[in-house]
């Protein structure tokens, strides 16, 4: 029989044990070497890197703050459940990293004492985003207008299987593989949908994106994605960023309570219109699904081109059916 100091002395050595307990998503950090850095975010920075040999993007973040232990707590946690060919994989993370190997050429990094890491693939297209920015005046053909959207939405259809909502789906939350294959990427805000609703809730996205549901506060489900998708579609059929020049506070009164949507080009066929239009319905419930959108895309005829610059002739771009203002 267990006296009582003993027994204390064996839930201490329990409740280490759990604390010690490694988490599948860890990484060895002996088996990381940063190179240079490429990119500088709020929280920390991103680098090139290597991880056991394999090319790797690796963003260092500073856990000042103990709200942001639960935000890589949940990303990490949700990420490296995903394996997906449209969701860029999640090689490990650590937290608490004392030392990190680095080239000598790759600049002195100023290690913070809650430093913690995050080691993804490296996706040498860059973001979807600043690929549609280079292509903003010569536009893309239609097949690869529905072969980009048919990337991302089979990335979502796969994360909504498996209840997680990504909140925040934007194209420069998208990264282009070495083929032009668009997979998903910062998973920062994602979470697995609660089974009540009503605890789905707050302005969590980013603005021009946010569904009208999110951006006021109410409950919401996997319809926000499906939303935010709409607006991405638009940005890839127009290589356009949606509302540039409306203030953020007049953006969500319009966007809510006036339907404001990106305009859709003349030029746009009726089957690609047809998804965006569905997608961003004030109505969560009227938006389909996003494996629906996926048959509506993979329906969608690109033999005939209808992109914003077809296939077989020189650019010029839709806007120029519209008749000049005199």
Same mark, same amino acid.
């Given at each position: 029989?267990?006296?009582?100091?003993?027994?204390?002395?064996?839930?201490?050595?329990?409740?280490?044990? +759990?604390?010690?307990?490694?988490?599948?998503?860890e990484i060895d950090p002996n088996k990381l070497l940063l190179k240079s850095k490429f990119g500088q975010g709020t929280f920390g920075s991103v680098h090139r890197g290597l991880y056991d040999g394999l090319d790797v993007a690796v963003k260092l973040l500073d856990l000042g703050e103990n709200s942001l232990h639960k935000i890589f707590f949940q990303q990490v946690s949700v990420w490296h459940k995903l394996d997906h060919p449209n969701i860029a994989k999640l090689i490990g993370a $650590?937290?608490?990293?004392a030392e990190v190997k680095m080239e000598p050429d790759g600049g002195k990094i100023d290690k913070p004492q809650n430093?913690?890491?995050?080691?993804?693939?490296y996706l040498m297209g860059g973001t979807l985003k600043s690929y549609l920015i280079r292509n903003r005046i010569k536009?893309?053909?239609?097949?690869? +207008?529905v072969g980009l959207a048919l990337d991302i939405a089979r990335g979502l259809s796969y994360m909504h299987s498996l209840k997680v909502v990504h909140r925040n789906v934007k194209t420069e939350n998208m990264l282009l593989d070495k083929e032009g294959r668009v997979k998903i990427t910062d998973f920062g805000v994602s979470r697995v949908e609660a089974a009540n609703l009503a605890e789905m809730t707050g302005q969590t996205g980013t603005l021009g994106y946010m569904a009208p549901?999110?951006?006021?506060?109410?409950? /919401?489900?996997? $319809?926000?994605? +499906? /939303?935010?998708f709409g607006i991405c579609l638009w940005?890839?059929?127009?290589?356009?960023?949606?509302?540039?020049?409306?203030?953020?506070?007049?953006?969500?009164?319009? +966007?809510? /309570?006036?339907?404001?949507?990106?305009?859709?080009?003349?030029?746009?066929p009726i089957s690609v219109a047809d998804?965006? $239009?569905?997608c961003w319905d004030t109505d969560p419930k009227r938006r389909p699904k996003i494996e629906e959108v996926v048959q509506m895309l993979e329906a969608i005829d690109i033999s005939n081109g209808g992109g914003m610059v077809q296939d077989d002739v020189e650019p010029r771009g839709c806007f120029s059916l519209f008749k000049k203002r005199r």
């Open positions: 029989m267990l006296t009582k100091t003993e027994s204390c002395d064996d839930d201490k050595k329990s409740k280490t044990r +759990v604390l010690l307990a490694k988490e599948k998503w $650590k937290k608490g990293i430093i913690c890491c995050i080691v993804v693939e536009k893309l053909p239609l097949k690869v +207008v549901e999110v951006l006021i506060g109410n409950p /919401y489900d996997q $319809k926000c994605d +499906v /939303y935010s940005e890839i059929y127009c290589c356009s960023m949606p509302f540039p020049n409306i203030a953020s506070i007049e953006e969500t009164s319009l +966007v809510v /309570y006036k339907s404001l949507r990106p305009e859709i080009p003349k030029c746009c998804v965006m $239009k569905k």
